[in-house]
T-cell receptor, first 112, second 110 residues
């Protein structure tokens, strides 16, 4: 299994909702990442987890809350988002933070 | 992280070689040169990376200048499936951090 899966593919939520994005990999990778990509822009790193511990938080607002329950799973909990948070949210994993990263297809999020 | 400069767009014909340039004049001695590509409606895909020597894999070749201030990603025979945004990224010692630039939009004509 050489892929990163993300669910859901699409998500529409209101500004008062709470929702979660899920990412899964079964490649034995110990580093996992969340990126945000706005339309026609490059991806921007949000969080890095290494061995299930948060190692980088790129000054992301607290309305985004990451969680790594085990080495295969990475969640992104969303609460009180703004319309400008609408974007493609990408998950990635790698054998270590120094190796090439495998990306999932992303979750397209729309905040109304 | 040191910056990279790439052309905004390039065009190629199918089955011809494509050379995608990247300038990185402020590269440091410990920076690796990574290339990723992003096909329409997909997540980025790792292509290749190198430090000093030229590298080959099943997808592409990476040619690195002797002074490491520039590099070139070579697709030996472009296919329509290679149409994508290609990102050249310098990966330093920052733990896990990939900083994407604007990339080069490659169009492949049949």
């Amino acid at each position: 299994d050489t892929e990163v899966t993300q669910t859901p593919k699409h998500l529409v939520m209101g500004m008062t909702n709470k929702k979660s994005l899920k990412c899964e990999q079964h490649m034995g990778h110990r580093a996992m990442y969340w990126y945000k990509q706005k339309a026609k822009k490059p991806p921007e790193l949000m969080f890095v987890y290494s061995y299930e511990k948060l190692s980088i938080n790129e000054s992301v607002p607290s309305r985004f809350s990451p969680e790594c329950p085990n080495s295969s799973l990475l969640n992104l909990h969303l609460h009180a988002l703004q319309p400008e948070d609408s974007a493609l949210y990408l998950c990635a994993s790698s054998q270590s933070p120094y190796r090439g990263q495998f990306f999932g297809p992303g979750t397209r999020l729309t905040v109304l | 992280d040191a910056k990279t400069t790439q052309p905004n767009s390039m065009e190629s014909n199918e089955e011809e070689p494509v050379h995608l340039p990247c300038n990185h004049s402020t590269i440091s001695g410990t920076d690796y040169i990574h290339w990723y590509r992003q096909l329409p409606s997909q997540g980025p895909e790792y292509v290749i990376h190198g430090l000093t020597s030229n590298v080959n894999n099943r997808m592409a070749s990476l040619a690195i200048a002797e002074d490491r201030k520039s590099s070139t990603l070579i697709l030996h025979r472009a296919t329509l499936r290679d149409a994508a945004v290609y990102y050249c990224i310098l990966k330093g010692t920052s733990y896990g951090k990939l900083t994407f630039g604007q990339g080069t939009i490659l169009t492949v004509h049949p």
